[in-house]
């Protein structure tokens, strides 16, 4: 096997090793490729692989008219579609200066936070199965399940939802959505107690990621981390708060932070989010005006010549959309901000010196989205 | 002594994580389907199958060939032979390549007629790149006998409508030809 690009394991001449982790295996949450040098057990050094799922989704934006931009966001974080799709429709009505009815702004706030809620309940249990708990996992998609068919009664899709347009949303809540969300949100408090009895305080759970792939305040401002990682590593910065968009502005809610560092501290703060989400949702629903649903967008929408950022927290970290406008109904240019790229541009940084079992659970805590990151 | 202290922890902590397991081995109802055999129930607005709503009182498909969803279409699945022009219009035929489609829902609210609707259908996998592509057959309800009464009545007005004098412009079957989705950008990605 000595040699071989494509091997698996290659020795190296110094007693080294060169293990080749991905791109399919499940522990890296995606088509990631980490190639990892290892001397004994430890971790020399790591190089991260990226562009298995390359789309060119940048470019695709650039050949199509604004109205039909929002599906392919979908294709970006697939395990919070909805985030995305609000990323983008801000940029779009911030270029045309498209003023949201207030109660499409309440509906997309309580789409995202489901969306966050399902999203960090997909990482509670896939880092639980990092680690080596095996029934967390099991819990937690019996959990997402129950989001997952509230938003197919909304949106009538499970996944790319595809919800949240230039202007407003297409269609109302349908009927006993909110008595749905609100009973959901009660059995997801009363169940995070038992998650933590289940797995936060488990001291195997415990020694696998307390002090593990701690990043310190000043390397995670260096890198620009942000969401949890950022907020597990002592720095309380969330968009939600800082800039607020849409409705967070009137609505009550805490930003967890805890200043250890490690994959115990992004756990919990994730784990302490999905309850301030479920705040978020029962205020929404309190809140909840009557009236439109969207402003209605010209058939070809030609904004003026400019260009337009738009920032959202999405359960990741901050997702940006850029878009330059020439005037034309196609926009001249679209960059997106993917949060996982930018954490996982910490990865060789993070791994140096750590164990090989260590490098998935770091990886793991931080919840990067393969879809986000090569685009 | 911490040796020992932590190997109590760690005992404690089994029963306590195997006490949130019997919870729900007891305290819960099951919420896994046995797929195959049953089939869960999608909402009303599940974005399945298309298909192409059928008006019994006319005796045609609704669809009257304006290719708006065609041109709404991000990913050009659908293209279109219309059938006849004016007041009468319609499609004779209405091909999805499925194998492109994103189920993004923008042709259903692109349509001024209501003529095009997504159904609870989610069995789309196929061994064949070919079965991916719906022509009007698949898509109308009622198949080929939909279809063919679909152009009958519009054949059948059109002619009527030239015997009652209208001029014949404005009344013949129009040449049949298929309807490009116009290009929606400079190059194509």
Same mark, same amino acid.
Not at chain 1, 239 to 264: A, H, N, Q, S
């Given at each position: 096997m000595a040699g071989s690009e494509a091997a698996q394991v290659r020795l190296e001449p110094d007693g080294g090793m060169t293990v080749n982790l991905g791109p399919q295996p499940p522990s890296t949450h995606g088509v990631l490729r980490l190639m990892v040098q290892l001397d004994g057990e430890y971790v020399r050094s790591c190089e991260p692989v990226i562009?298995?799922?390359?789309?060119?989704?940048?470019?695709?934006?650039?050949?199509?008219?604004?109205?039909?931009?929002?599906?392919?966001?979908?294709?970006?974080?697939?395990?919070?579609? +909805?985030?995305?799709?609000?990323?983008?429709?801000?940029?779009?009505?911030?270029?045309?200066?498209?003023?949201?009815?207030?109660?499409?702004?309440?509906?997309?706030?309580?789409?995202?936070?489901?969306?966050?809620?399902?999203?960090?309940? %997909?990482?509670?249990?896939?880092?639980?199965?990092?680690?080596?708990?095996?029934?967390?996992?099991?819990?937690?998609?019996?959990?997402?399940?129950?989001?997952?068919?509230?938003?197919?009664?909304?949106?009538?899709?499970?996944?790319?939802?595809?919800?949240?347009?230039?202007?407003?949303?297409?269609?109302?809540?349908?009927?006993?959505?909110?008595?749905?969300?609100?009973?959901?949100?009660?059995?997801?408090?009363?169940? +995070?107690?038992?998650?933590?009895?289940?797995?936060?305080?488990?001291?195997?759970?415990?020694?696998?990621?307390?002090?593990?792939?701690?990043?310190?305040?000043?390397? *995670?401002?260096?890198?620009?981390?942000?969401?949890?990682? *950022?907020?597990?590593?002592?720095?309380?910065?969330?968009?939600?708060?800082?800039?607020?968009?849409? %409705?967070?502005?009137?609505?009550?809610?805490?930003?967890?932070?805890?200043?250890?560092?490690?994959?115990?501290?992004?756990?919990? %703060?994730?784990?302490?989010?999905?309850?301030?989400?479920?705040?978020?949702?029962?205020?929404?629903?309190?809140?909840?005006?009557?009236?439109?649903?969207?402003?209605?967008?010209?058939?070809?929408?030609?904004?003026?010549?400019?260009?337009?950022?738009?920032?959202?927290?999405?359960?990741?970290?901050?997702?940006?959309?850029?878009?330059?406008?020439?005037?034309?109904?196609?926009?001249?240019?679209?960059?997106?901000?993917?949060?996982?790229? %930018?954490?996982?541009?910490?990865?060789?940084?993070? +791994?140096?010196?750590?164990?090989?079992?260590?490098?998935?659970?770091?990886?793991?805590?931080?919840?990067?989205?393969?879809?986000?990151?090569?685009? | 002594m911490r040796r020992k202290h932590g190997f109590w922890i760690g005992f404690v902590s089994v029963f306590r994580g195997l006490g949130v397991t019997l919870l729900n081995l007891v305290g819960r109802r099951k919420v896994t389907v046995q797929y195959p055999l049953e089939r869960p129930k999608v909402s009303p607005r599940y974005r399945g199958l298309f298909y192409l709503p059928f008006d019994e009182e006319a005796g045609r498909l609704k669809c009257v060939g304006c290719t708006l969803c065609a041109q709404a279409c991000p990913t050009k699945v659908i293209s279109m032979k219309k059938l006849g022009s004016g007041k009468h219009a319609g499609v004779s035929e209405f091909t999805m390549d499925l194998g492109r489609c994103m189920f993004c829902n923008l042709c259903i609210e692109a349509c001024p007629f209501d003529a095009i609707h997504m159904g609870p259908e989610y069995e789309l996998a196929s061994y064949n790149r070919n079965a991916s592509v719906f022509t009007i057959v698949d898509l109308a309800p009622g198949g080929a006998e939909a279809v063919r009464r679909n152009n009958a009545t519009i054949e059948a007005a059109i002619k009527a409508e030239n015997e009652t004098g209208g001029s014949e412009r404005k009344g013949h079957i129009a040449e049949v030809k298929l309807v490009v989705p116009p290009k929606t950008g400079g190059q194509e990605a």
């Open positions: 562009g298995y799922l390359h789309r060119g989704l940048e470019r695709m934006f650039e050949a199509r008219p604004y109205r039909q931009l929002v599906p392919f966001t979908d294709r970006l974080d697939y395990l919070a579609s +909805l985030n995305c799709n609000l990323a983008m429709s801000q940029a779009i009505e911030r270029l045309g200066s498209v003023a949201v009815p207030e109660r499409a702004q309440y509906i997309r706030v309580i789409l995202c936070e489901l969306n966050r809620l399902a999203s960090h309940l %997909v990482f509670f249990g896939t880092f639980a199965q990092d680690v080596g708990a095996t029934t967390a996992f099991l819990y937690a998609f019996r959990e997402r399940e129950r989001i997952l068919d509230l938003l197919e009664a909304m949106t009538g899709a499970r996944l790319t939802y595809n919800w949240i347009r230039p202007g407003g949303v297409p269609a109302d809540l349908p009927e006993g959505f909110a008595e749905g969300v609100l009973s959901f949100v009660r059995d997801l408090l009363k169940e +995070l107690p038992l998650y933590d009895r289940l797995l936060t305080n488990n001291p195997i759970f415990r020694m696998r990621t307390e002090g593990v792939g701690v990043i310190s305040r000043d390397v *995670a401002v260096a890198f620009g981390a942000s969401g949890p990682v *950022a907020r597990g590593s002592g720095l309380s910065y969330d968009i939600r708060k800082t800039e607020p968009y849409e %409705v967070y502005d009137r609505l009550d809610f805490d930003v967890p932070v805890y200043d250890e560092g490690d994959c115990m501290a992004r756990y919990r %703060v994730r784990m302490d989010e999905m309850c301030q989400s479920a705040r978020i949702l029962e205020q929404c629903f309190r809140d909840l005006p009557e009236g439109d649903i969207a402003t209605k967008m010209p058939k070809v929408f030609r904004p003026p010549a400019g260009d337009a950022y738009s920032r959202t927290e999405s359960p990741r970290g901050e997702l940006s959309v850029y878009m330059r406008s020439d005037g034309s109904p196609n926009p001249q240019r679209v960059h997106v901000r993917a949060p996982s790229f %930018v954490h996982l541009s910490m990865l060789p940084c993070l +791994l140096r010196g750590v164990k090989l079992a260590d490098v998935i659970a770091i990886l793991g805590s931080l919840d990067t989205v393969l879809g986000e990151v090569d685009r | -």
